[in-house]
T-cell receptor
Framework: NAGVTQTPKFQVLKTGQSMTLQCAQD?????MYWYRQDPGMGLRLIYY???????DKGEVPNGYNVSRLNKREFSLRLESAAPSQTSVYFC????????????FGPGTRLTVL | GESVGLHLPTLSVQEGDNSIINCAYS??????FIWYKQESGKGPQFIID?????DKRQGQRVTVLLNKTVKHLSLQIAATQPGDSAVYFC?????????????FGTGTKLQVIP
């Protein structure tokens, strides 16, 4: 099993450009999450999907949209990138009923110029 | 508001010594607590968890202690090795409507001195 995979690993955007970060998990988990991690700060939840077909805002959703394409895939879209969105983005998944562990992908390092 | 925090941002220990990383939390309703390890350039990795109705849980070389009276969580690493060097996060989990509300601390950097 690959676990949680993310693409791309690195990305540089200009202000105003759009892009989609892709995430997939092969653990048959119901819940998926998108976090951002900034220097000196803990992980902050952007959006989550408790189950296929549902999405909800987290702590810092402004400037982002998500799509739960199917049970495996959960994408994060930046419609008009801003320098404040420069960060490392992590996708995670979990099976709520089996315990609290969230499995994380390797991250996408995004720079917005 | 609810928060999860760490007492020490950086901890340096000699190889072979025991390490103790601390965490304070404020939401007494939390169901679960997890410790994660994050190496440079990688995503967080699960180390050990503990349910709110437990005081102690042991894993391989790691022990988590939960003191609900003072809302304190600690991670003990026995015989610390260079490979233990990383940032350690505590996380506080509350189950609500089939979803996990997870609040992460900012992290403690553990430096192991050879």
């Amino acid at each position: 099993n690959a676990g949680v995979t993310q693409t791309p690993k690195f990305q540089v955007l200009k202000t105003g450009q759009s892009m989609t970060l892709q995430c997939a998990q092969d653990m048959n988990h119901n819940s998926m999450y998108w976090y951002r991690q900034d220097p000196g700060m803990g992980l902050r939840l952007i959006y989550y999907s408790a189950s296929e077909g549902t999405t909800d805002k987290g702590e810092v959703p402004n400037g982002y949209n998500v799509s739960r394409l199917n049970k495996r895939e959960f994408s994060l879209r930046l419609e008009s990138a801003a320098p404040s969105q420069t960060s490392v983005y992590f996708c995670a998944s979990s099976e709520v009923t089996s315990g609290g562990e969230q499995f994380f992908g390797p991250g996408t390092r995004l720079t917005v110029l | 508001g609810e928060s999860v925090g760490l007492h020490l941002p950086t901890l340096s220990v000699q190889e072979g010594d025991n390490s103790i990383i601390n965490c304070a939390y404020s939401n007494s309703a939390s169901d679960y607590f997890i410790w994660y390890k994050q190496e440079s350039g990688k995503g967080p990795q699960f180390i050990i968890d503990i349910r709110s109705n437990m005081d102690k849980r042991q894993g391989q070389r790691v022990t988590v202690l939960l003191n609900k009276t003072v809302k304190h969580l600690s991670l003990q690493i026995a015989a610390t090795q260079p490979g233990d060097s990383a940032v350690y996060f505590c996380a506080e989990i509350l189950y609500s409507g089939g979803y996990q509300k997870v609040t992460f601390g900012t992290g403690t950097k553990l430096q192991v001195i050879p």
